[in-house]
């Protein structure tokens, strides 16, 4: 029996010990009793991000883009970064937020999908199933406390149909013909919506090219955590492609006129 | 056979005087009541067959699989007891996640052997388990180009140019050896394999049989796949006239 009042339990009100007199060390502890428990660290921000993803249904199925830029809080860290990753053959994922977070889960779906390839049953994963399993990933990490930092879009393109839907760290899926993460779905969104709702199944590579380019280049302008560098993947009957680096062309000349802007004159 | 009645063969975990453990024996003995299977390492790839007895006609074709596939790269032949076979498959693709968790790499085959070897011998060792009725021919393309291993029942394993296990192994091992392996490219294997494994049945004039074939190389992009049906029945023909012609 321990006879020390103060040990029985957090003191319910001033009456008691009113001036916290009782040496601080030898207060009564209601910490969990477990002694590991103080060790379980959770995510709880994301450190090396991605920012937006973008994506679009176009006649032959799904354009996506990203660029190469993994930022370290604001510092543009790593410039050579794949944002888009194919899964599977009829798949890509892309990510926006925390990097390790998608390395890890490139790691699991790659087991996946080995997994389902050795069954030799005849089956393989298509973009819904693999939408659907990250989804239920994502929402049971959230739900302990320890979610996946990411806001991911998955492309796919089988059987004849297109497929694009994201899923996010809190497992809220969504799906529509143009989908944007980050700060993409401000700034890129509403142009994607101009230029892609209702011509989904006219739109050509050409165009759906020139559409992003343009969405990246708003990005590249006003989006304090992207870069000017980007990939392009495109899912359709065909396969999977994802191309190399590509640059979008910028034009600052306009900051000439601007005060405050670079070495002033006067 | 001289074991029987001495007591010494009831148990694994005994050795008979002279040193050997029959219940290891025995389960050699299982592994030549099966059909046979082989593989064949060339330089630019691998292929596996299996000479699959059908003990029904009400079976459904290509039912019971022998060659299974461990990782996209590992391909596995057993010859000897179908769910032993079953169990070492299970058994090889977790070791094989299990390599890649660790390294983020495609395991080689060396290792995935050594692994299996581990787990089959520890079955050599308890009264309370039987050893595996198997033997298991593992191919693989890896990061050092083809190769080509068995498991035995005691947890042994070789690696082979060759392989052949099975009620037919000894001709197949005579014809295998006759093959000038290092000038073969993988399709021309399938039809040596094929050839090789409609031979040793003809020897045996067993009840029905269906061909299982398997390979990796070149034309599969390093992945284990199932021969194409095409070249699957192009195999079986060319095995049938090449029966008529021998000796």
Redesign the interface.
């Known amino acids: 029996m321990d006879h020390f009042p103060t040990n029985w339990g957090r003191p319910r009100n001033d009456a008691y010990d009113a001036y916290g007199t009782f040496p601080l060390p030898h207060r009564p502890n209601n910490d969990t009793k477990d002694a590991f428990a103080s060790g379980v660290q959770r995510t709880q921000q994301p450190i090396v991000t991605g920012t937006s993803v973008l994506a679009l249904k176009y006649k032959d199925g799904i354009m996506m883009a990203a660029d190469n830029l993994a930022s370290y809080g604001s510092l543009a860290r790593f410039k050579d970064v794949q944002r888009l990753h194919p899964v599977g053959k009829y798949t890509v994922i892309g990510a926006g937020g925390d990097i390790s977070d998608f390395q890890y889960i490139q790691?699991f779906l790659?087991?996946l999908i080995?997994?389902e390839?050795?069954?030799?049953d005849g089956h393989d994963l298509g973009p819904a199933e693999i939408h659907e399993y990250l989804s239920q990933v994502m929402y049971a990490r959230r739900s302990k406390l320890n979610p996946l930092w990411n806001s991911l879009l998955v492309g796919g393109f089988k059987d004849g149909k297109s497929f694009l839907a994201y899923v996010d760290l809190l497992g809220t899926t969504y799906s529509a013909s143009t989908l944007a993460t980050g700060f993409g779905a401000y700034l890129a969104q509403p142009i994607l919506r101009k230029e892609v709702e209702g011509k989904e199944t006219e739109l050509t590579e050409d165009e759906a090219i020139r559409i992003m380019e343009t969405c990246i280049r708003v990005l590249y302008y006003r989006d304090a955590r992207s870069i000017d560098k980007y990939q392009l993947a495109t899912i359709t009957a065909d396969g999977v492609k994802i191309s190399d680096s590509r640059h979008i062309s910028t034009s600052w000349s306009f900051a000439e006129g601007i005060r405050g802007y670079g070495a002033q004159t006067q | 056979m001289t074991s029987i009645g001495t007591g010494y063969d009831l148990s694994a975990s005994t050795y008979s005087p002279d040193g050997r453990i029959f219940q290891v024996e025995y389960a050699t003995k299982a592994v030549e009541n099966s059909g046979t299977a082989i593989g064949v390492k060339v330089n630019d790839g691998i292929v596996l067959a299996v000479e699959k007895l059908i003990h029904s006609k009400l079976l459904v074709p290509e039912a019971n699989r022998r060659i299974q596939t461990i990782d996209r790269h590992i391909g596995l032949a057993t010859a000897g007891l179908l769910a032993d076979g079953r169990n070492i498959t299970t058994r090889a693709r977790d070791e094989a996640v299990n390599y890649r968790e660790a390294y983020n790499a495609p395991t080689p085959l060396k290792i995935l052997a050594d692994r299996l070897g581990l787990y089959v011998q520890a079955y050599t060792l308890y009264s309370s388990v039987r050893p595996f009725g198997i033997s298991t021919i593992l191919g693989a393309v890896d990061k050092d180009g083809p190769s080509l291993y068995v498991v035995e029942p005691s947890g042994v394993f070789f690696g082979y140019n060759g392989a052949a296990v099975g009620k037919g192994r000894q001709l197949a091992k005579t014809e295998l050896e006759k093959l000038k392996l290092s000038e073969l490219t993988t399709r021309e294997a399938v039809y040596e394999a094929a050839r090789i494994i409609y031979l040793v049945h003809e020897d045996a004039k067993e009840k029905e049989f269906e061909l299982e074939l398997s390979w990796i190389g070149k034309e599969t992009d390093g992945v284990h796949l199932p021969v194409p049906k095409d070249l699957h029945r192009d195999a079986e023909a060319k095995a049938k006239a090449a029966l008529e012609t021998f000796e």
């Open positions: 790691k790659e087991e080995i997994e390839f050795t069954s030799q």
